[in-house]
T-cell receptor
Framework: GNSVTQMEGPVTLSEEAFLTINCTYT??????LFWYVQYPGEGLQLLLK?????DKGSNKGFEATYRKETTSFHLEKGSVQVSDSAVYFC???????????FGTGTRLTIIP | DVKVTQSSRYLVKRTGEKVFLECVQD?????MFWYRQDPGLGLRLIYF???????EKGDIPEGYSVSREKKERFSLILESASTNQTSMYLC??????????????FGPGTRLTVL
């Protein structure tokens, strides 16, 4: 079956630090990969996605590259801001299955 | 602007009460989902509906039921609330036919406390 393993948190960084949140997956077939973000008091919203190997998704300064050889989709940002404090979820979906499989989430706190 | 709304942001109920959580989407999506979110466990799928009156059990359906009488509305029902159902409940929707390749759109969540 499908599964997503995400870097455990919480993660605390200083403003302008480099961010990496690791995500690896197991899937049958060729999954699409997603990063969702949940800001305090809100629901999840899509941050970025990639639908095939070697695709790079990017949004708001965040990037993630779909690596089929290492079954990974790590989230990176070069210089984080206080406003990036949130919970980040890695997820995957596969063709023919309308449901997504989510990781457990990583809480990120950025201190000024 | 696409929107998924949930009837309450915060709800406090007593053990044994029947609880209704409502979700409405305005995107004409076929698929709707109910998740619960707990610290350390991430999102777990309770039920999924792919059309009016159609439903499918998710990973943790025990103690819950659902209703989808209209395309835009998906209700989660706790027949007899228990303290272990205290959680954040999230509703989501997505268009059909794209499999797991399309975005799910989430509501703001309902934080339910069962005393």
């Amino acid at each position: 079956g499908n599964s997503v393993t995400q870097m455990e948190g919480p993660v605390t960084l200083s403003e302008e630090a480099f961010l990496t949140i690791n995500c690896t997956y197991t899937a049958t077939g060729y999954p699409s990969l997603f990063w969702y973000v949940q800001y305090p008091g809100e629901g999840l919203q899509l941050l970025l996605k990639a639908t095939k190997a070697d695709d790079k998704g990017s949004n708001k300064g965040f990037e993630a590259t779909y690596r089929k050889e290492t079954t990974s989709f790590h989230l990176e940002k070069g210089s984080v801001q206080v406003s990036d404090s949130a919970v980040y979820f890695c997820a995957l979906g596969t063709v023919g299955n309308e449901k997504l499989t989510f990781g457990t989430g990583t809480r990120l706190t950025i201190i000024p | 602007d696409v929107k998924v709304t949930q009837s309450s942001r915060y709800l406090v109920k007593r053990t044994g009460e029947k609880v209704f959580l409502e979700c409405v989407q305005d995107m004409d999506h076929e698929n709707m989902f109910w998740y619960r979110q707990d610290p350390g466990l991430g999102l777990r799928l309770i039920y999924f509906s792919y059309d009016v009156k159609m439903k499918e059990k998710g990973d943790i359906p025990e103690g819950y039921s659902v209703s989808r009488e209209k395309k835009e509305r998906f209700s989660l029902i706790l027949e007899s609330a228990s303290t272990n159902q205290t959680s954040m409940y999230l509703c989501a929707s997505s268009p059909a036919g794209t499999g797991g390749t399309d975005t799910q759109y989430f509501g703001p969540g309902t934080r339910l406390t069962v005393l």
